[in-house]
């Protein structure tokens, strides 16, 4: 939340520029960078009618919270209004979502989106976007999560006439999700008033909103099952909810006219892609279309497989890899969901795999040719093999050589690490892969970081919150030499040693031994805390507390990081590998691992120097 008051007390400050500057302050803070001139804008106009609203309301006393955070993802409500509800007497709170729009129309395929001149691409509808801040709202937060019926939610278009935005309304579903235009601001004032008490100071109210436990978060893997084969369990939101609705779109217009299109869904770590992939599997399995599941991550598909398939192995068999395809007929499927696509390969083929079998195509292509609809979702920052190609530029390029129709959607939203920008900023920046200098750490109320002194502290600060109910993971870059899979009832080897401190690596079979997890289910299964992950087995993965090992394959020196291939004991990295790539590879490993974390993440570094920056960079406690 950026800025909270009173309506009054917002309202005289409404005529200079002491809310706006606020705003932009407490954004900078939050984000690490200024708000965009766009919504600067959206501040200077929309809350002055917000605020003229409840004051024409009589509606003063009610607590005004801007910019509200939802819980654990970066997206934030225009405005949640608490006061009193007139009749009942409860807490009553009411999601505002304003937009300036004087025009926007429904999409003509699905009402849930809708177009405005401003956008290249459809947006959410206004409705239904606040419905699901509402319902997301509701999902996480403690002090409404068993009253319902306490939270309304409202879009106003203040702008807008009804002339040019009445058809956005087909999308409202009850009170979840009203729309109201300028030309039924008399309208909007009576909802208010329904909901919110004249003369009931809405500050207590306020305090117990803020004040509600946050839910546990809805990990993926902890609701797959659920996902696949009942009912959606996540509540997807703004350009998730439209990348879903698009690639819905696209299955009926390919259905309808015979033809392919292709569609893109790019976003860093943590922005939902996983999400929205499952969500899609769940809908189209229980519609029947045939569709399959497709990754180049054997712990992602062996997880699914046993998560998500555990009572039906019709489940099971939605889950593929993307080297399944080889000699599959064209257009066999309906949809093809390519997750994790930026770990596509050059070819398919493999040294095991058969002369007979070998054509010499190109991996992408087999996975454009399989379906009418192949849609993939990628973050072109996390691939850490040389070979990997999935680009939005290598699907784009496929697309075109068979003049195929190619959507691409941004995801902006971060979901993960504790829904912080400024954190997934600082990894970036930190690591180079952005441009600046690493930025000292400020906390932000969502996203904790600390740096630890050895691997022993880092792993008793993991373990006392596993004690607490929390799920932790020891990761590192890959600086060990890993041993053979050691035999049944044999201990694993402690291949991670640094000083007196040694753990092994996860294991590399698909067995457990030892008590130890098989490499698939180490990030999900407890028992795999006892090892260290490396990229391969955590990418894909997310888990409340993160402790990452920095090892000597990078380092900091005289003011900046220095890569050092001859310290990586990963086999990929060949002789015929530039430098230049391996920094890159290296860089990207080291972001993936920093970004598993939900809660929070501790990091240790071996290098001594490196430890000292790491310090200067993230103050104690």
């Given at each position: 939340?950026?800025?909270?008051?009173?309506?009054?007390?917002?309202a005289?400050?409404?005529?200079?520029?002491t809310?706006?500057?606020?705003?932009?302050?407490?954004?900078v803070?939050?984000?690490g960078?200024?708000?965009?001139?766009?919504?600067?804008?959206?501040?200077?106009?929309s809350i002055p009618?917000?605020?003229?609203?409840?004051?024409?309301a009589?509606?003063?006393?009610?607590?005004v919270?801007?910019?509200?955070?939802?819980?654990?993802?970066?997206?934030?409500?225009?405005a949640?209004?608490?006061?009193?509800?007139?009749?009942?007497?409860?807490?009553?709170?009411?999601?505002?979502?304003?937009?300036?729009?004087?025009?926007?129309f429904?999409?003509?395929?699905?009402?849930d989106?809708?177009?405005?001149?401003?956008?290249?691409?459809?947006?959410?509808?206004?409705?239904?976007?606040?419905?699901?801040?509402?319902?997301y709202?509701?999902?996480?937060?403690?002090?409404?999560?068993?009253?319902?019926?306490?939270?309304?939610?409202?879009?106003?278009?203040?702008?807008?006439?009804?002339?040019?935005?009445?058809?956005?309304?087909?999308?409202?579903?009850?009170?979840?999700?009203?729309l109201?235009?300028?030309?039924?601001?008399?309208?909007?004032?009576?909802y208010?008033?329904?909901?919110?008490?004249?003369?009931?100071?809405?500050?207590?109210?306020?305090?117990?909103?803020?004040?509600?436990?946050?839910?546990?978060?809805?990990?993926?893997?902890?609701?797959?099952?659920?996902e696949?084969?009942?009912r959606?369990?996540?509540?997807?939101?703004?350009?998730?909810?439209?990348?879903?609705?698009?690639?819905?779109?696209a299955?009926?217009?390919?259905?309808?006219?015979?033809?392919?299109?292709?569609?893109?869904v790019?976003g860093g770590p943590?922005?939902?892609?996983?999400?929205?992939?499952?969500?899609?599997?769940?809908?189209?399995?229980?519609?029947?279309?045939?569709?399959?599941?497709?990754t180049g991550?054997?712990?992602?598909?062996?997880?699914?497989?046993?998560?998500?398939?555990?009572r039906?192995?019709?489940?099971?068999?939605?889950?593929?890899?993307?080297?399944?395809?080889?000699?599959?007929?064209?257009?066999?499927?309906?949809?093809l969901?390519?997750?994790e696509?930026h770990?596509?390969?050059?070819?398919?083929?493999?040294?095991?795999?058969r002369s007979a079998?070998?054509?010499?195509?190109?991996?992408?292509?087999?996975?454009?040719d399989?379906?009418?609809?192949?849609?993939?979702?990628?973050?072109?920052h996390?691939?850490?093999?040389?070979?990997?190609?999935?680009?939005v530029?290598?699907?784009?390029?496929?697309?075109?050589?068979?003049?195929l129709r190619?959507?691409?959607?941004p995801?902006d939203?971060?979901?993960?690490?504790?829904?912080?920008?400024?954190?997934?900023?600082?990894?970036?920046?930190?690591?180079?892969?952005?441009?600046?200098?690493?930025?000292?750490?400020?906390?932000?109320?969502?996203?904790?970081?600390?740096?630890?002194?050895?691997?022993?502290?880092?792993?008793?600060?993991?373990?006392?919150?596993?004690?607490?109910?929390?799920?932790?993971?020891?990761?590192?870059?890959?600086?060990?030499?890993?041993?053979?899979?050691?035999?049944?009832g044999?201990p694993?080897p402690?291949?991670v040693?640094?000083?007196?401190?040694a753990?092994?690596?996860n294991?590399?079979?698909?067995r457990?031994?030892?008590?130890?997890?098989?490499?698939?289910?180490?990030?999900?299964?407890?028992?795999?805390?006892?090892?260290?992950?490396c990229?391969y087995?955590?990418q894909?993965?997310e888990?409340?507390?993160?402790?990452?090992?920095?090892?000597?394959?990078?380092v900091w020196?005289?003011?900046?990081?220095?890569?050092?291939?001859?310290?990586?004991?990963?086999?990929v990295?060949?002789?015929?590998?530039?430098?230049?790539?391996v920094?890159?590879?290296?860089?990207?490993?080291?972001?993936?691992?920093?970004?598993?974390?939900?809660?929070?993440?501790?990091?240790?570094?071996?290098?001594?120097?490196?430890?000292?920056?790491?310090?200067?960079?993230?103050?104690?406690?």
């Amino acid at each position: 939340m950026l800025y909270r008051s009173s309506a009054k007390a917002l309202a005289s400050l409404t005529l200079g520029l002491t809310p706006l500057e606020h705003l932009i302050d407490q954004f900078v803070h939050h984000h690490g960078h200024r708000p965009s001139p766009g919504e600067q804008r959206s501040w200077a106009r929309s809350i002055p009618q917000l605020v003229t609203a409840l004051d024409d309301a009589g509606l003063g006393d009610v607590e005004v919270m801007l910019e509200y955070d939802l819980p654990l993802n970066s997206k934030r409500a225009d405005a949640v209004l608490a006061g009193v509800h007139p009749t009942t007497g409860e807490p009553s709170y009411v999601v505002v979502e304003l937009k300036q729009w004087s025009e926007a129309f429904p999409d003509e395929d699905d009402p849930d989106l809708c177009h405005v001149d401003a956008y290249a691409q459809p947006v959410l509808n206004p409705a239904e976007q606040v419905r699901r801040y509402r319902d997301y709202l509701i999902q996480f937060n403690g002090a409404v999560s068993r009253h319902p019926h306490r939270v309304g939610g409202v879009a106003y278009l203040h702008n807008a006439t009804e002339f040019g935005a009445s058809g956005l309304r087909v999308a409202e579903r009850g009170e979840d999700g009203l729309l109201f235009t300028a030309d039924r601001r008399a309208e909007f004032l009576a909802y208010l008033r329904t909901r919110l008490a004249s003369g009931r100071t809405g500050a207590p109210a306020a305090d117990e909103l803020r004040a509600g436990r946050t839910a546990p978060s809805q990990q993926l893997m902890a609701v797959a099952a659920q996902e696949v084969r009942e009912r959606e369990q996540f509540v997807l939101l703004d350009e998730q909810q439209v990348a879903y609705r698009l690639v819905l779109n696209a299955i009926r217009r390919a259905k309808q006219a015979d033809s392919k299109e292709v569609v893109v869904v790019t976003g860093g770590p943590g922005t939902g892609k996983s999400v929205i992939a499952l969500s899609l599997l769940g809908e189209l399995y229980r519609q029947g279309t045939p569709t399959l599941h497709a990754t180049g991550s054997q712990s992602f598909t062996k997880t699914m497989r046993k998560v998500a398939g555990t009572r039906k192995r019709e489940v099971q068999d939605l889950f593929k890899y993307f080297n399944s395809f080889m000699r599959t007929e064209n257009n066999s499927l309906d949809v093809l969901i390519c997750d994790e696509a930026h770990r596509i390969r050059e070819t398919s083929a493999n040294r095991f795999t058969r002369s007979a079998d070998r054509s010499g195509r190109r991996q992408i292509d087999e996975l454009i040719d399989v379906a009418r609809v192949p849609v993939f979702l990628l973050d072109q920052h996390q691939v850490v093999r040389p070979g990997e190609m999935g680009t939005v530029a290598d699907i784009k390029e496929a697309a075109a050589r068979r003049n195929l129709r190619c959507h691409v959607i941004p995801l902006d939203a971060q979901f993960r690490c504790g829904g912080s920008d400024a954190y997934l900023q600082w990894v970036v920046r930190l690591l180079g892969l952005a441009p600046g200098d690493p930025l000292e750490w400020e906390p932000d109320g969502r996203m904790q970081l600390r740096v630890a002194d050895s691997p022993e502290e880092m792993e008793d600060f993991l373990k006392a919150r596993r004690e607490e109910g929390r799920g932790a993971r020891m990761t590192a870059g890959y600086c060990w030499r890993w041993s053979p899979e050691p035999k049944p009832g044999t201990p694993l080897p402690l291949d991670v040693v640094i000083g007196d401190w040694a753990r092994p690596w996860n294991l590399r079979g698909e067995r457990s031994v030892s008590g130890a997890p098989p490499s698939a289910l180490w990030a999900t299964d407890p028992a795999g805390f006892g090892q260290v992950g490396c990229v391969y087995t955590a990418q894909g993965f997310e888990y409340d507390w993160s402790g990452v090992i920095l090892g000597p394959d990078l380092v900091w020196r005289n003011g900046r990081w220095v890569t050092d291939r001859s310290e990586s004991k990963d086999p990929v990295f060949k002789k015929s590998v530039p430098d230049t790539d391996v920094d890159r590879l290296i860089r990207n490993t080291y972001k993936v691992l920093l970004t598993r974390g939900m809660v929070g993440t501790v990091v240790y570094s071996t290098d001594a120097q490196t430890r000292e920056r790491l310090k200067e960079l993230i103050p104690g406690d």
